[in-house]
């Protein structure tokens, strides 16, 4: 016998209504929760907090509130940064500058919040601790504006000027990443300590000017002057995967000189392994902006190799 039909009740059609509405409006969900997370710079600011991680084991120091700090400190200079540039973003980046402008005034909130909470924090591990997270603040009035507080006086800013612009941005977050987690543990400033300086300064560096390329018609419209647009993008892979091996050498001699044991130099150079694999592709695949993004998720790798070394004997 066919088995009859029974039609849903009024409450299961109901049920079955909001279920498909809800599984329709996933994909928007997660497309807006993921622009929230890139273009508000929330993804810099965690991929920041695992690099400060990286410092404290690579220098055998506690952990502090120091990855909060910095977090905080990422998220306020780099959201200021677009808000500032949101204008000329428009031509290289419109998704971006459509959200920054949408949420122009709840970014200034939240930011001016983060870098407050992050100064209070700061206060924590005295006062040099204080001065290093006031740092990346200063420096980024300094690269991102053209007048200086207090004076009124218009000077050309910093962003403007070649390879002062990119060794600002370096400087700054080397600084901050290397020399906060040590402050607040009262570590002392050694030859590890410096080596790890100078690692994640030339890290930064090559981080940097990837995303460059993607701007190179921006920029040469509003005449900032960056290594894509001065040698052009061919020459510029060539340099950034110079610095790469700059670096692998780099950690290969701490290794040597025993600043670093032999087994923390793995998830290093497994970073400068994929940052090549991320150079390599400059200027040869299209989207252009995904790779801008893939390079700066060299550090997770980085944290990842870390983990598993640090965690399985």
């Known amino acids: 016998m066919a088995r009859k039909n029974h039609p849903l009740s009024d409450e299961s059609q109901t049920t079955v209504a909001r279920r498909s509405t809800l599984l329709a409006r996933l994909p928007s969900s997660i497309g807006r929760f993921w622009n929230a997370l890139v273009y508000s710079s929330t993804y810099l ?117 070649f390879l002062v612009n990119t060794i600002v941005v370096a400087l700054a977050w080397a600084v901050t990443l290397t020399f906060l987690p040590l402050a607040f543990a009262d570590g002392a400033v050694t030859m590890s300590a410096l080596f790890v300086f100078a690692y994640f300064f030339l890290r930064v560096f090559t981080n940097t000017e990837i995303p460059n390329v993607r701007d190179v018609e921006g920029d040469r419209d509003i005449g900032v002057l960056t290594i894509p647009v001065v040698f052009g993008v061919d020459r510029t892979r060539r340099i950034l995967a110079g610095i790469d091996c700059c670096t692998a050498g780099l950690v290969a001699f701490a290794v040597y000189t025993g600043h670093i044991p032999p087994v923390l130099a793995v998830p290093l150079l497994a970073g400068l392994a994929y940052s090549l694999g991320v150079t ?23 944290f990842v190799v870390l983990a598993f070394v640090v965690l399985i004997p």
Request: aromatic content about 8%; proline content about 4%; glycine content about 8%.
């Open 45 to 161: 600011a965690l991929i920041a907090m695992a690099e400060v991680v990286i410092v404290s084991v690579l220098l055998s120091l506690s952990l502090t509130p120091a990855a909060v700090v910095v977090g905080l400190v990422v998220f306020a200079v780099y959201t200021n940064d677009r808000l500032a540039d949101v204008d000329t973003d428009a031509v290289s980046n419109p998704g971006q500058a459509g959200f920054v402008r949408r949420h122009r005034g709840a970014l200034y909130v939240l930011a001016s919040i983060a870098y407050g909470l992050a100064v209070a924090l700061s206060v924590l591990g005295g006062p040099v601790a204080l001065a290093i997270t006031l740092l990346p603040g200063v420096l980024w009035v300094c690269y991102a504006t053209d007048w200086i507080p207090e004076t009124g006086m218009h000077v050309r800013r910093l962003k403007d000027v």
């Open 280 to 302: 390599s592709l400059v200027g040869r695949y299209e989207n252009e902006r995904l790779l801008a993004k893939a390079a700066e998720c060299e550090y997770l790798v980085v």
